[in-house]
């Protein structure tokens, strides 16, 4: 299904996200500037955007038919996909503390508390929080569809959300799960926020309730894929291409799909989710095709 | 100004705030119940409510006069103290963190991180602030002014509002700064929520823009009081009395507005407060009484 332009095609929205996120963090120069240099430095690492790129496909997939991203949309998409990257971001930041995963290392570079400090990583999460849902509060769409996309992210990253699957991860360490917990427990930490994205872009482009069902399985396939990919990255690849610390799931005996299922079967179950995302975006016609791209893409990335 | 039934009318708003924030707060019995636990924990503490406090007087001065506040606006003003009630709280649980300013007791009670555990603690603030958007985009009045509240809430808890102010607040223990700086600094880290509260309030109502200007006069003074009577408080009370440990301030060599002003400049300067903030709500006519009533009690309050 995949087209040979769709490196490009992303490759174009990476680039543009980061320029777009660079308007909107404040400026290190603007005080509090420590602050705003450790925002900057959560945000600007070197990030694959796939949680923005799932915005601009999905808003690219649900506009009617025959029609194309109108200008207004355009904006409101740039901000809908700033705001899922500052929610992500903001989780990285608070996931490597000390109290947390204590991790040194995230993409490559020291993590936020070790260049900076743990109260000013800390803070720097809590200040990209509320920039998210000031970012949406601004969009140049009509202020139902505006209230519609704040509330679904407030629920992606709330305690039935990303939050709540970080505090049942904390709590899992060294218990053995289901494969029914761990899909509950990694549907809330991952799955949440990519249905966040995928839904506000569907929401920014006027999606209806049929292509946002759609939208929904298709999150829920691609949302399990992740993190059925990132166990087996921790376990296969070195810490240099994954940028973080690898094997770190198996030596912190966290419960993985690896554990659970094998790699075998983890590889499987990845081909089966990905048939699951294409199925579910069919209806949306050829406008879907890059959703589609992305679960190929999310199922074979290697970091 | 003040007139006898304002304890009454305190009380039945502090009663009505903490059933609905029971409402609001997930059961502890709902997963992940030890999150769920904490966030209750973290909220249900006993508070002044005085941020809920403010968004209901804003919302009864603010309705077109000779009306009263319409069913969905109390809804409306419900929603959005929660939600001020739920940012001020997971302020409170951040900061007492070890990495900040490492706080067993607040309230009378072991802090959120002593009770649970630091990652819970950092989970339970994580959670809340989403929790508080929510509420918003859940208010019953019209998506636009939805949207205003959103956007004022999400500036008033950010880099530029509290946690900013938090931000430059850990960074000047042991500096010497002007009261200009020590304004500026309290300015965002106390007032930008006690602005957020009355807007709010301000906004559910309809309020004119002739309106939200008093409301932000009366904010800004009002903000700064609290602050000053903060550090007064630091100084003359004691911890029992207070609920969190006494000359803490002084103790860390933090600048407040008695190492500054000593405690009779501060106390002269909490008259000009009180004084600016009642002018600020004349022009809204008696509906305007409380915000003048609450102005007295946040002056005179000696916890």
């Known amino acids: 299904m995949g087209r040979a332009d769709f490196p490009i095609w992303f490759s174009e929205r990476v680039q543009h996200m980061e320029t777009v996120l660079d308007g ?17 430095y959560s945000v ?7 949680r923005a790129a799932l915005v601009y496909a999905a808003g690219e997939a649900c506009v009617p038919a025959g029609q194309s991203v109108t200008s207004a949309q355009g904006i409101a998409l740039d901000h809908a996909a700033a705001a899922v990257e500052l929610i992500h971001a903001y989780s990285l930041v608070h996931d490597d503390l000390p109290c947390m995963d204590d991790d040194d290392l995230r993409r490559g570079r020291p993590t936020v508390h070790v260049r900076f400090d743990e109260a000013t990583a800390m803070l720097a999460g809590d200040a990209l929080q509320p920039l998210a849902f000031e970012l949406l509060a601004q969009m140049p769409v009509a202020p139902a569809l505006v209230v519609q996309a704040v509330e679904a992210l407030a629920r992606c990253a709330g305690s039935l959300g990303m939050a709540g699957g970080q505090a049942i991860d904390c709590a899992s360490v060294g218990l053995d799960l289901s494969q029914e917990q761990l899909q509950i427990m990694h549907g809330m930490k991952t799955g949440a926020m990519l249905e966040a994205s995928v839904l506000l872009g569907g929401i920014v482009a006027g999606a209806s309730s049929t292509a946002r069902q759609g939208l929904e399985a298709y999150a829920d396939a691609i949302g399990l894929a992740f993190q059925v990919v990132d166990d087996v990255l921790d376990v296969v690849s070195d810490t240099s291409t994954l940028g973080k610390t690898a094997g770190k799931d198996a030596a912190g005996n966290k419960p993985t799909y690896v554990s659970l299922l094998g790699l075998e079967g983890s590889r499987e179950l990845l081909q089966a989710l990905r048939q699951e995302a294409h199925a579910a975006v069919l209806p949306l016609g050829p406008p879907g095709t890059r959703l589609a791209e992305l679960a190929d893409y999310i199922v074979g990335r290697n970091r």
Do not use: C, T, Y
């Open 44 to 50: 600007m690492g070197g990030g694959k955007r796939v």
């Open 24 to 40: 909107f963090l404040p400026e290190s120069s603007i005080v509090p500037m420590r602050l705003h240099e450790a925002m900057r």
